[in-house]
């Protein structure tokens, strides 16, 4: 089995924390390699907001945060913004596909 | 600072070729490899495939394979991405992003090229 799975959507008021899951298997993210987090806003290109699990490049608020554990990842981002509203993609490594990258099929976070 | 710039929006036909541009600047080109993602109209972002600047070796996805050509011109910093016999399913926004490996992250971007595909 390939690819990863995210939830169509997630939602939280301004200040509250909201967790975007990213499930893979064990071709890709249960076989150790690295997921990546994109933020996409419309009509822009999309931002790397974390690298390797959970390391945030520079520039990127302290307020979003990775984590990986087993066959599955998640993003954090706490004390939400009315500006985090956007899509998110996760990315990894799958060696099912032939050596090839795949993105999960991304969350569209809502500011309420 | 890190540049990538794409080139402009493309009309085709059914069963024509695309080619886009992205020349980098910023960098040393042949330190890294150019990865090329799209987006069809309310779809999320697909993994196309990668090309090492350096060597020329690529890798691509099954469904693009056999009619994608991706190339690079160190001379002049800049990567391409032909995509022939077009169907009107390759209408997206095409990006292109530097990437290492071929597996790692993507950490600059292109501003995104549209390419509509149609009769």
């Known amino acids: 089995q390939s690819g990863l799975t995210q939830s169509p959507s997630v939602s939280g008021a301004p200040g509250q924390k909201i967790t975007i899951s990213c499930i893979g298997s064990?071709?890709?993210?249960?076989?150790?390699?690295?997921v990546h987090w994109y933020q996409h806003l419309p009509g822009t290109a999309p931002k790397l907001i974390i690298t390797?699990?959970?390391n945030r490049p520079s520039g990127v608020p302290d307020r979003f945060s990775g984590s990986k554990s087993g066959t599955s990842a998640s993003l954090a981002i706490a004390g939400l913004q009315t500006e985090d509203e956007a899509d998110y993609y996760c990315?990894?490594?799958?060696?099912?596909?032939?050596?090839?990258?795949?993105f999960g099929g991304g969350t569209k976070v809502t500011v309420l | 600072q890190v540049q990538l710039v794409q080139s402009g929006a493309e009309v085709k036909k059914p069963g024509a070729s695309v080619k886009v541009s992205c020349k980098a600047s910023?960098?040393?080109?042949?330190?890294?490899?150019i990865t090329w993602v799209r987006q069809a109209p309310g779809q999320g972002l697909e993994w196309m495939g990668w090309?090492?600047?350096?060597?020329?070796?690529?890798k691509s996805i099954q469904k693009v394979q056999g009619r994608v050509t991706m190339t690079a011109d160190t001379s002049t910093s800049t990567a391409y991405m032909e995509l022939q016999s077009l169907r009107s399913d390759d209408t997206a926004v095409y990006y292109c992003?530097?990437?290492?490996?071929?597996?790692?992250?993507?950490?600059?971007w292109g501003q995104g090229t549209l390419v509509t595909v149609s009769s």
């Open positions: 990315q990894s490594y799958d060696r099912n596909l032939g050596g090839l990258v795949v």
């Open positions: 992003a530097r990437d290492q490996s071929g597996w790692g992250s993507l950490d600059h």
């Open positions: 390797a699990n959970s």
């Open positions: 910023g960098y040393s080109f042949r330190n890294f490899g």
């Open positions: 064990s071709s890709n993210i249960g076989a150790g390699y690295d």
């Open positions: 090309i090492n600047t350096y060597k020329g070796n690529s």
